[in-house]
Antibody
């Protein structure tokens, strides 16, 4: 059974860098699936941020690309999101998710972590 | 840029059929996926690749996709179907993963 669990700070100051980790069980990060980060601002819809796939490849939402990096730690079977230069507009519920091996939809999601950007 | 358009809300009486649309330029040429999100929960995939259901999803949920509109159909709607529904495509020519704005399904 695939399980994903986001971890990280719940409160970050403006202009600082957010670091979130997705701890994965029941599936190997190195198994060829797509691994994604999606966020949801309060009361708003889903917004895709980035995807990591297959041995170091990643792609990013164009409007966030300059501020976002995804990475993996194969030894810990987890993948991470870093987002810098935070503003209040980055306040959101952040989800990690696992996609398929050849199609990027997301059958498996973490429960989400609420990140508030405030001084 | 490619955009997916959903109606903000759809209302239906219990036992009736709900149809939630997702519009996009020639979306019929893309694979469309649908998620259900209930309050306080993560999204759950209900239809993928236009019309396939993951295991555990009732047959009442079905999808279609043609031309400029994809549709999620929920037959014999139940109170428990009340949720937000999102369409999603993989669009590598643009931002890769796109979500529609979401539709709130209200069961009257």
């Amino acid at each position: 059974q695939v399980q994903l669990q986001e971890s990280g700070p719940g409160l970050v100051k403006p202009s600082e860098t957010l670091s979130l980790t997705c701890i994965v069980s029941g599936s190997s990060i190195d198994s060829g699936y797509y691994w994604g980060w999606i966020r949801q601002r309060p009361g708003q819809g889903l917004e895709w941020i980035a995807t990591y796939y297959r041995s170091g490849n990643a792609y990013y939402k164009s409007s966030l690309k300059s501020r976002v990096t995804v990475s993996v730690d194969l030894s810990k079977n987890q993948f991470s999101l870093q987002m810098n230069s935070l503003t209040a507009a980055d306040t959101a519920l952040y989800f990690c998710a696992r996609g398929g091996s050849s199609s990027e939809y997301f059958p498996h999601w973490g429960q989400g972590i609420l990140v508030t950007v405030s001084s | 840029s490619y955009e997916l358009t959903q109606p903000p809300s759809v209302s239906v009486a219990p036992g009736q059929t709900a149809r939630i649309t997702c519009g996009g330029n020639n979306i019929g040429g893309e694979s469309v996926h649908w998620y259900q999100q209930k309050p306080g929960q993560a999204p759950a995939l209900v239809v993928h690749d236009d019309s396939d259901r993951p295991s555990g999803i009732p047959e009442r949920f079905s999808g279609s996709n043609s031309g400029n509109t994809a549709t999620l159909t929920i037959n014999r709607v139940e109170a428990g179907d009340e949720a937000d529904y999102y369409c999603q495509v993989w669009y590598p020519k643009g931002d890769h993963v796109l979500f529609g704005g979401g539709t709130k399904l209200t069961v009257l």
